[in-house]
């Protein structure tokens, strides 16, 4: 059996925190590694702390969960480039944001602060344990109340012109597969839609979020539409 996966929770509600390990330590395949109550906490925490996932709130006292959640990764970074050997993704977490409000402002704060995900503390146990193992797994999750008003949010803030140039190292097979991935679409469906194997759109999705420089798919989405690769409808 693998090792659980390691996760961190950041809330400045105590009972919520509590709540929170009580699902996940009920898994098997996950384990509550360790609690922060600020921002700051967190940061101090994930200095020293590995973790796989953390569990972030937005709303805390001294450092709100999105300036946390850049600066977590921001020295995840940093640990890398002093070591010379391992890659920023082996050494960051992935981070969920979790909060009360599903605002626009809080979802591509986040976005754009590198998180992974983002889910209203008031999903369902099993949405929540789902949304952990996706996002370790490497495919982001948001809150599907959300997902349609963050990318009208993205459409209506920003009007490109034309495509950006960065969109030119795609090649016309991963620009498809991209487009796909804008629509919401798993690698299972992408898979079944271009009838490939789920090992090689799994490749083109590393490739386009390599050639991007895009931590994940949910932020390729972001870029698309901000780039003017994808438009609405």
């Not at 012109?161 to 299972?188: C, H, I, W, Y």
């Amino acid at each position: 059996m693998s090792e659980p996966l390691r996760i961190v929770l950041v809330d400045d509600q105590q009972l919520v925190s509590a709540g929170l390990r009580m699902i996940i330590d009920s898994q098997d395949d996950m384990r509550v590694v360790g609690v922060a109550t600020t921002g700051v906490e967190a940061v101090t925490l994930l200095n020293r702390v590995a973790a796989d996932v953390v569990l972030m709130d937005v709303r805390m006292p001294d450092m709100d969960g999105i300036e946390a959640t850049r600066q977590i990764l921001a020295n995840a970074t940093a640990r890398s480039e002093a070591s010379g050997e391992v890659s920023p993704a082996d050494l960051a977490p992935k981070i969920i944001i979790l909060t009360t409000f599903d605002l626009d402002e809080y979802l591509l704060a986040a976005i754009h602060a590198g998180a992974s995900g983002f889910l209203v503390k008031n999903a369902p146990p099993p949405d929540l344990l789902a949304a952990i193992r996706t996002v370790y797994s490497g495919d982001a999750v948001i809150a599907p109340s959300s997902t349609k008003r963050l990318l009208e949010h993205v459409i209506t803030g920003v009007q490109p012109e034309a495509p950006s140039e960065e969109f030119d190292l795609l090649t016309d097979r991963e620009r498809e597969v991209l487009l796909l991935v804008a629509k919401g679409m798993s690698n299972q469906e992408i898979s079944h839609a271009l009838f490939l194997s789920e090992t090689t759109v799994k490749t083109h999705v590393s490739k386009i979020l390599e050639k991007l420089g895009c931590r994940d798919r949910v932020q390729a989405v972001v870029a698309a539409y901000e780039g003017g690769l994808v438009h609405p409808g």
